[in-house]
């Protein structure tokens, strides 16, 4: 605290990101990153950018990316917004979007980031209990509200919401924009983009962090409606005109455009997790039906910081919540199949042990 602070910074309660331990050899599965390296194709768009074109600045349009995502997802470049990460595009959605008099309704247990875009940007909420098994209940988000977000799947859970239960919310709807925070959605679900032409309040937010395994690049973006989109362009420009960089746009548009190693890594991350799932299951522990690239797992007997701080001693570090809830699970992102057999040893040998 000092003295400088604004009374705004006095009263915030920043989110506090999944660590980054500078260690070697460490099984990290608490931050839900890709295991596989991104499209070597992305990796020499970005060589191919490194020169003396840097002393210019980007296009603050991202025009290219904007092109590369409409022609992949099937809609018009204006319906493209693009980010710093797709943290950086929910930050403007709150701004642009969500802000309004009535409170804005997400689930109890989500992403932990929503009440902090609130806080920063004075937002009101109001939480929604998920149902015991943790899936949403649409009918509870019927009623009026200053608009909704949720991720779907949702995090930390890993479950998901079926598309016919996204239209039916969106039929309820239609006074408010209703955000879809696609993050995972590639590891398992049908994207809410074949909605937008129907309902000009859905926002679908994506990242390049997880099923294109570029989450040190920090892109991100949203698809919506033209009038949606016009929003975030008046945040974003009124905040930062340059949020991508060149090495950024270019590698960002080589992984859009590699639809192989796209296809091919995602579903290596879906063969694992049924793996994991049945490995996990077979140890004790209740596994949430995930179409993620993690699963959300609870031992029957085990109590989840302990098993957090014994797997840590062996180097592997998954993410534990200490929230209402949630307390007594564990998040593990799905590593290669070699990470998660020694994550499962070492919970044989943990579970052997006491
Ligand atoms: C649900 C959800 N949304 C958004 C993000 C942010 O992703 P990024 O800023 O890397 O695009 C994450 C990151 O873990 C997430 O879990």
């Not at 915030?12 to 931050?31: M, S």
């Not at 979007?97 to 992403?111: E, G, K, N, Q």
């Not at 910081?305 to 799905?334: C, G, M, S």
């Amino acid at each position: 605290m000092s003295r400088y602070w604004s009374e705004v910074v006095k009263h915030l309660t920043p989110y506090i990101p999944g660590e980054q331990p500078k260690l070697a050899n460490l099984v990290k599965l608490n931050t839900n990153e890709n295991p596989y390296g991104p499209s070597p194709r992305a990796i020499e768009a970005i060589r191919a950018e490194l020169g003396d074109a840097l002393r210019l600045y980007p296009d603050p349009n991202a025009d290219a990316l904007k092109a590369a995502i409409a022609n992949c997802h099937g809609v018009d470049a204006r319906q493209v917004f693009v980010g710093n990460g797709s943290d950086e595009v929910l930050a403007h959605v709150f701004l642009g979007l969500l802000r309004h008099a009535r409170p804005i309704l997400f689930p109890d247990v989500t992403y932990s980031f929503y009440p902090v875009y609130a806080g920063l940007y004075e937002v009101p909420f109001e939480t929604v209990p998920l149902a015991d098994d943790f899936s949403i209940r649409v009918d509870d988000y019927l009623k009026p509200n200053g608009g909704i977000i949720f991720p779907n799947p949702n995090a930390p859970t890993g479950r998901l919401l079926p598309l016919a239960e996204i239209e039916r919310l969106l039929e309820g709807n239609s006074d408010s924009v209703v955000v879809i925070d696609e993050a995972y959605v590639d590891f398992g679900g049908d994207s809410a983009i074949s909605l937008i032409g129907r309902f000009p309040n859905l926002l679908v937010v994506h990242t390049l962090s997880k099923s294109r395994s570029l989450a040190g690049l920090r892109v991100g973006f949203a698809v919506g409606d033209a009038g949606l989109i016009e929003a975030l362009e008046r945040v974003k420009n009124s905040f930062n005109s340059y949020p991508l960089d060149r090495l950024a746009i270019a590698g960002a548009v080589a992984a859009i455009n590699d639809r192989e190693h796209f296809e091919r890594t995602r579903l290596a991350v879906m063969a694992t997790r049924a793996r994991l799932i049945a490995d996990l299951s077979g140890l004790g522990f209740d596994v949430v039906p995930s179409a993620a690239n993690f699963v959300f797992a609870r031992h029957a007997k085990r109590d989840a910081a302990a098993l957090a701080l014994a797997l840590r001693e062996r180097n592997i570090i998954v993410r534990h919540f200490k929230l209402p809830r949630i307390d007594q699970h564990l998040r593990i992102t799905v590593g290669t199949d070699a990470q998660c057999a020694t994550l499962i040893s070492a919970l044989r040998a943990i579970l052997a042990a006491t």
